[in-house]
Each structure stands twice: as C-alpha cells, then as structure tokens.
C-alpha cells in the first residue's frame, strides 16, 4: 500500500501537545476543523437546512453541538431505538428526527406510538404498503396520534432497461407513479400522516470522483455522475410534485457529504443530509469539488520493533464498511511516510507499519491515524477528547461510551 501524505494534517503538532497526557488508544476531535466542516457545508448548502446524518457522529454531544451551528436543522437517525433515545436526551438541537432507514422493532414502535412528545417528534421511513401494514400491526396507530411517515424514493441510476444498476439498492419507489400510488395509501389509513420525502444518491454523494492514482476512472466516475444528476433532478422534481397532490409534505431531504451543493440547486429539495464532512474521513479524500479538514483521529502505541524499518501498534484494525478492499483500512497519517504491509494490513490486536518513519519511532511512541469512514469510529472507543488549539478542552461520550450499540 503506498504511503499516506500529510497534507491537510497541519493541526497534528498542536494535537499531540494537546493529548500528550493521555494514554493511547484514544480518539480525538479537533473542534476547530469540526466547526470549520460545518462552516463549510452549511455554505455549500446555498441557504437550504443541513440535517445531520447520526451514523456518522455517533456521539449524542457532537450531534449537539452540529445543530447548534448556524444553517444545521434536525437530525436524521439509523435505528428508531436511537432516534427515542436521542429525542429523550433532547440532544438533537432542538430539531425533529427523521429515522433515515425502516424499522421492524416492534417494542420501540409500540413506545413510539404511547407516548405523545415522542409521536410528534419522530418520524418513520416507509417505501412499500408492506411497511404500511407492518406499523399497523406493531404500532396501532390512532388518528388522534398519528405516526409521522416519509417516503422514500429510489434515485439510483439504471441504465440499459435495469440491466445496470449503479447506487445503493434502497426504495422500489421509483419514479412519480409509484411515489404517488404509495402516498395514496398512506392517505387511506387513519392513524398515519405523511410529512416528507427522502432520496439518498449514493452514487454521487458517496463515490469519490478523483480516485488517487486512477485519472482515466475519475473521469468515468464524473461522467457517470453528471449524467446521473440530469436524470435524477427530472424524476425526483416529477416524483415530489406527485405526492404533494395529496400530502402537506414538510420537508424533502436529498443528498450527503459529497454532494450537497449539486443537490441544493435542485428546486424540489427542501434540506440536505450531511454528516460525514463533519469529521472528514479518508475516504473525502477522493472528492475534486471539496476536501474537509481531517477533525477525527485516533493514536495507537507502538509495542514492538521486529525489525529494521518496522514499527508495530498495538491494534488497528478499524476497518470501515463496504466492499472490502485498501481504502477500508484506517490511514496513518502521523508520523508522514508509514504504510502497511501487504500481507498483514491492519490487525486485530497488532499492526506492523514500514516505511522509512518507522526507524525513528520507538516502545511507546505513538501513530495518529484517521479512520476510512466517519462514525464507525466511535463503535471502537468510549470518548472522543476534544481539542481547541493546542488545549485538551474536555470529553464526550460516544454511543457505545453510553452503553448503546443500536447495530
């Protein structure tokens, strides 16, 4: 694997200073880069709300402290289990909480629907009547509580009549048809009210268009991408005007990190879901239109010198979701200049880099590295330290540093 740069990483010397009491492993936030990222979004948002995306925190006070930013309104959850938990803490900045994926937890349902302050804060991801029918049976909804409902709308892109499928495989809500036959249904069943719609393009949002290393498929990457936002701004305007013929929608949410400027020019979109270029992970690394400041870390000890231009962490092996490969792995990113070894990558209680750095680091000496994606970083440890300037300035306990792990 080739080594990692340190560009973007100027803020390191005054982390390290920061945490040089602190006991390694830990993770860090940098709240200038955090506030920066944040900064930046809300601009790229041209005026339309950002509702951050709690997958990529997973830290009920970080989740906090975004909507507390200017141009940050509400949240958008993974599991209803947190979503109840988070609309508790009232740690959503005082916004409403879209649970951006469908449940089938019926105790958390049944609670959902009891309780009144929480029915008229959540609000529950739908894309079939077979869902329809499910919070029915778990839920039983009254028409003097209605559960909140949105709709999601598939906006992958399909190419050579579906024989190619490009995105993530979500919705079969496709275009308006579907859209409105599905708010109709909705319509039809007391005790469910429909508030918004959702369309997530993973393959825009989430496909770094400068891969390092690879110029001829950046260039299809972009071109599949352009093409992709033509086609999508068209259904998704068509799809939204349908269902708002028979619901008061109040919102319609569209987009992620890498994409929310493309995706707030389209006039349909009402709020954008951002939340990993908060943290800025590696994988935003890859993007040409914009590079967030790296705001998350975490440092590992070195434990072993097996061997000249070896040095080994104990740990490591923080690897991201996704199609398994290199760029899942955490990237050390200081000291400049270590890499893995192909045939050990990171491990799961030990990981050897090499690389020319390596003979200047020693037992005890410490490697910073920045995690592939964003919030799966905080399923690996109990507290985020948080750094302003070179001053370790307190803590915040992540999901798991609360005692939760909602997946």
């Not at 750095?357 to 020693?362: E, N, T």
């Amino acid at each position: 694997m080739n080594a990692p740069t340190a560009s973007g990483l100027t803020a390191l010397p005054g982390l390290a200073r920061a945490t040089a009491a602190l006991e390694p492993p830990f993770a860090v936030v940098d709240l200038a880069a955090f506030r920066a990222n944040a900064d930046a979004l809300t601009r790229r948002a041209l005026g339309k709300p950002v509702r951050v995306a709690s997958k990529s925190l997973r830290c009920a006070g970080l989740l906090n402290e975004a909507g507390r930013q200017p141009g940050f309104r509400g949240v958008l959850a993974y599991t209803l289990a947190e979503a109840l938990w988070l609309a508790e803490k009232d740690e959503a900045g005082g916004g409403d909480i879209v649970v951006a994926y469908p449940t089938a937890d019926r105790s958390a349902l049944r609670r959902l629907a009891d309780e009144e302050h929480l029915a008229r804060r959540v609000t529950l991801m739908v894309d079939s009547e077979e869902h329809l029918e499910f919070l029915r049976s778990a839920a039983a909804p009254v028409p003097e509580r209605p559960l909140r409902l949105c709709l999601e709308l598939d906006v992958s892109l399909r190419l050579f009549g579906g024989r190619v499928h490009i995105g993530a495989r979500r919705s079969p809500v496709r275009g308006p048809a579907d859209a409105l036959a599905l708010a109709r249904a909705v319509a039809g069943r007391p005790g469910f009210r429909l508030v918004g719609m959702m369309a997530y393009e993973s393959q825009i949002a989430g496909i770094g268009d400068a891969p390092p290393g690879a110029p001829l498929r950046g260039l299809a990457v972009r071109a599949m991408q352009r093409g992709s936002a033509a086609e999508l701004a068209g259904r998704r305007a068509a799809a939204v005007a349908a269902v708002r013929s028979v619901a008061d929608l109040e919102f319609v949410n569209g987009g992620g990190t890498g994409s929310v400027e493309r995706t707030a020019a389209e006039p349909a979109v009402t709020e954008i879901a951002a939340g990993s270029g908060l943290y800025g992970p590696v994988l935003f690394d890859a993007y040409r239109g914009f590079r967030p400041r790296p705001a998350a870390y975490f440092v590992l000890p070195v434990v072993r010198r097996p061997g000249r231009a070896v040095a080994t962490v104990l740990g490591g092996g923080w690897v991201a979701s996704g199609v398994p490969g290199w760029d899942r792995l955490p990237r050390p990113a200081f000291p400049a200049g270590l890499s893995y070894r192909r045939l050990e990558g990171a491990g799961e209680v030990q990981t050897p880099l090499t690389g020319r750095a390596a003979d200047g680091l020693g037992i005890g000496d410490r490697v910073w590295f920045r995690h592939a994606k964003a919030g799966e970083l905080a399923e690996h440890v109990n507290v985020f330290h948080l750094v302003a300037g070179d001053r370790l300035v307190g803590e915040m306990p992540t999901y798991r540093g609360e005692g939760f792990a909602f997946l």
